[in-house]
Nanobody, 122 residues
Framework: QVQLVESGGGSVQAGGSLRVSCAASGYSGCRYDMSWYRQAPGKEREFVSAIESDARTTYADSVKVRFTISQNDAKNTVDLQMNSLKPEDTVMYYC????????????????WGQGTKVTVSS
């Protein structure tokens, strides 16, 4: 399974910005479509944003305009730049692999990171 490690979470005041990153490792020569999800305590995990190999991006309506997803294929990382943060953005953020590209040894099963916490104070 691909190893995903998120970083960059933290605390910020409402209106501020944070950038969370996710690094994929474990398999040489593999690339992934990747996405970000978030989950509040007691609630279902919800889609935030995704990026595909052709750089097409999608966003949840709740974060459109405020968040930007980007990917560095060479480093196998995906970033989520979060601007104009609101208290309701206070949740755990998780990255996830979607479609896999590359060699026969590249894993096709979905992988999730351990999450990074974002706290936005009012």
């Amino acid at each position: 399974q691909v190893q995903l490690v998120e970083s960059g979470g933290g605390s910020v005041q409402a209106g501020g910005s944070l950038r969370v990153s996710c690094a994929a490792s474990g398999y040489s020569g593999c690339r992934y479509d990747m996405s970000w999800y978030r989950q509040a305590p007691g609630k279902e995990r919800e889609f935030v944003s995704a990026i595909e190999s052709d750089a097409r991006t999608t966003y949840a309506d709740s974060v459109k305009v405020r968040f930007t997803i980007s990917q560095n294929d060479a480093k196998n990382t995906v970033d989520l730049q979060m601007n104009s943060l609101k208290p309701e953005d206070t949740v755990m953020y998780y990255c996830k692999t979607d479609r896999t590209y590359g060699f026969y040894w590249c894993p096709t099963n979905i992988s999730w990171g351990q999450g990074t916490k974002v706290t936005v104070s009012s």
